[in-house]
RNA sequence: GCGCUGGUAGUGUAGUUGGUAUCACGUGACCUUGCCAUGGUCACAACCCGAGUUCAAAUCUCGGCCAGCGCACCA
């Protein structure tokens, strides 16, 4: 069995994640998170929520997973993810049909031409599907669109959108977002949220699914101004993977400091490169495997439309590097399409420090002379003049100013024009703010975490499984055992369990079989420390305790990783464990 | 979406001249067990779905669904 086979394997087994509605033959991409998976799902966005959200200054949303239809066609989703697709007849091949146009043709940009053109274009040109060369002339040309669409309301007067990221529903209010920013750059807005994608073909688990899990962050900043506090993160080691090593032959990662990686511009954005360096200390804070990670750099042909550096994290698994987040800088692009579909303003007002004088060239034509001389045409020679007094305000010197019309160039006596230089108070100006934005699937980051925690190692000539997670992350922070089910035992440990339960903790507790194997179930689900109650708890002098020195009401604790014991009193003992597991204690304090 | 391989208790598996299913782990109960999958007894629990062939299908045929891999796809 490989890494991901035995992940798979496990994660049924014990309540990780398992394929949803499997009673009804289940549905390819969509995954069901047990027990265990939902509070590790959960532990990991609590997680990036602390790093990202709040240790970071900025707010959370939550916006629908449905958006109407104008809300993409604006983002560019309804064209950008709708995919032109024909299918051979022959060997029953699916192929994009822009693609396969723009390869045999010179039309570049195919996907923009309507459905039947690339049709005719197939047919006119004798395109052979590309897997057995038959013709593809008769072959019609139809749509795929990744996005799930339904209808909002009766009918389908209005359609709808499952949205294929969380982006946008951080984009679309940002004029709202703003106001409560106080509209004040830079600032950032995050969101925890589902996305959906009708993925062709679902493909290693949670690795490529329909319904998925974005974290995703929209910092908004000034692009003339905003600087990234890049001194916290300067001397963060980053494994650099950039598109100029990929296309190397050693094609190794580089280490270089979040510092050298912007002196060298091997990362162009100070931005990127800062949240590459924030991600990096939280991917391993959250268990991920450092030695199996890096960060490579989109190659120009992958690079989004909208985004002029881009890098994705990536973890190895099973020898395959999976794309765990993406950072890209997105420029304005998204907001300015929000203000050009919908009209509203997604500018934010940026004061000077000093109001600034300018000296305006204005005209003010007398259209009582434009209007009888001009006939129809003199509102467009007024709006000439004033095109004009901006462009060129000299032209405005001599008696007479000529403008062009329709190529025809008609004079206009200049005191007649109302030309007149103003002097301007700007007290600011009109910004749309740029956007930098991680984006982690929060599913691959549970597959990588859970990967990379998965280990086996030999206790007493037995193989021992266990996963060596981060105690923050583990789904079950603590297991409480009575040594065994009998002579008030079992009554001890099971207060001793309420009383951690209500202290917050998350707690199992078992007294089923031999301690050993209660042992080993809580290692595979990653419980870092296990609490045994014993007869010395109960001051009880029978036994191997030395009855002269008799450590009443103390349990032991063990430690996940290394099996070792310690005896510690339940004073106190929550607290105990809330601080082993954020990590002010360790085990070897105690 | 195409192709290849596969689908048997919760998990991993055995099982082709067609006759309702093997083993292990697991789970539960009881006994044993004074700290790392103890030993014992008992119990629980499966042939992916549908159609066809047949007296009879886990087994043969067809279709579907799901999984892994390859291709394609991944704004």
């Given at each position: 069995m490989n890494e991901g086979e035995r992940l798979t394997e496990l994660a049924k087994r014990r309540g990780f994640y398992f394929p949803a509605a499997d009673a009804y033959g289940g549905a390819a991409g969509f995954w069901t998170y047990g027990p265990q998976g939902a509070a590790l799902k959960d532990n990991i966005e609590d997680a990036w929520r602390d790093r990202f959200v709040v240790q970071a200054g900025h707010q959370e949303i939550s916006a629908p997973d449905v958006m109407p239809e104008p809300v993409f066609e604006a983002s560019g989703h309804l064209d950008g993810f709708d995919d032109m697709i024909v299918e051979c007849g022959e060997c029953g091949a699916t192929h994009r049909a822009d693609h396969i146009v723009e390869d045999n043709t010179?039309?570049?940009?195919?996907?923009?031409?309507?459905n039947e053109e690339v049709m005719e274009i197939i047919a006119s040109n004798d395109?052979?599907?590309?897997?057995?060369?038959?013709?593809?002339?008769d072959e019609p040309v139809d749509n795929f669109n990744l996005m799930f669409e339904t209808n909002i309301g009766p009918g389908s007067s209005s359609p709808g959108y499952l949205r294929p990221e969380t982006a946008q529903g951080i984009f679309v209010e940002f004029p709202q977002l703003s106001e409560y920013a106080r509209n004040q750059l830079p600032f950032g807005v995050a969101q925890i949220g589902k996305a959906y994608r009708n993925e062709i073909s679902p493909r290693k688990s949670l690795v490529r699914v329909r319904e998925f899990t974005q974290a995703e962050l929209e910092h908004f900043v000034d692009p003339e101004e905003d600087e990234p506090p890049l001194s916290t993160v300067e001397d963060v080691t980053l494994p650099l993977y950039s598109g100029e090593r990929q296309q190397a032959d050693d094609g190794s990662v580089e280490q270089m400091t979040v510092g050298e990686a912007v002196e060298t511009g091997v990362v162009t954005s100070d931005w990127v490169a800062y949240y590459l360096g924030i991600a990096r200390d939280w991917y391993e804070r959250i268990g991920i495997d450092m030695d199996r990670f890096r960060f490579r750099q989109h190659l120009p042909g992958e690079l989004a439309h909208y985004a002029s550096d881009c890098w994705d994290a990536e973890a190895e698994i099973d020898g395959d590097w999976i794309e765990i987040t993406g950072f890209a800088y997105r420029g304005d692009y998204d907001l300015q399409k929000h203000a050009e579909y919908s009209g509203d303003d997604y500018t934010v007002f940026k004061q000077y420090d000093e109001p600034i004088t300018v000296e305006r060239p204005t005209v003010d034509p007398e259209m009582s002379y434009l209007g009888p001389e001009f006939g129809g045409d003199a509102q467009a020679v007024a709006d000439a003049l004033e095109q004009l007094a901006a462009d060129d305000p000299d032209a405005f010197d001599g008696e007479e100013v000529s403008v062009d019309l329709d190529g025809e160039s008609v004079t206009v006596p200049?005191?007649?024009?109302?030309?007149s230089v103003e002097e301007i108070t700007e007290n600011g100006e009109h910004i749309t703010p740029h956007v930098v934005e991680p984006s982690f699937g929060v599913g691959r980051l549970i597959y990588t975490v859970l990967a990379h925690a998965y280990t086996e190692d030999e206790v007493d000539n037995e193989t021992r499984t266990y996963l060596e997670l981060p105690p923050e992350q583990a789904p079950t922070t603590v297991g409480v055992f009575p040594l065994m089910d009998r002579d008030g035992l079992g009554e001890y440990a099971r207060q001793l369990a309420e009383g951690l339960r209500q202290a917050g903790h998350s707690v199992t507790y078992d007294d089923s079989g031999a301690i050993g194997r209660r042992y080993r179930r809580q290692d595979e689900i990653g419980t870092p420390y296990c609490l045994t109650v014993d007869y010395e708890s109960l001051g009880?002098?029978?036994?191997?305790?030395d009855p002269e020195n008799l450590q009443t009401d103390t349990v032991t604790i063990r430690e996940r990783d290394s099996t070792a014991q310690k005896r510690v009193s339940i004073d106190g003992l929550a607290e105990t464990v809330e601080r082993l597991v954020g990590g002010e204690l360790t085990f070897d304090d105690l």
């Open positions: 010179d039309i570049e940009e195919a996907e923009s031409l309507p395109i052979p599907c590309p897997s057995c060369q038959a013709s593809l002339a200049v005191d007649q024009t109302g030309f009880d002098p029978e036994g191997d305790a």
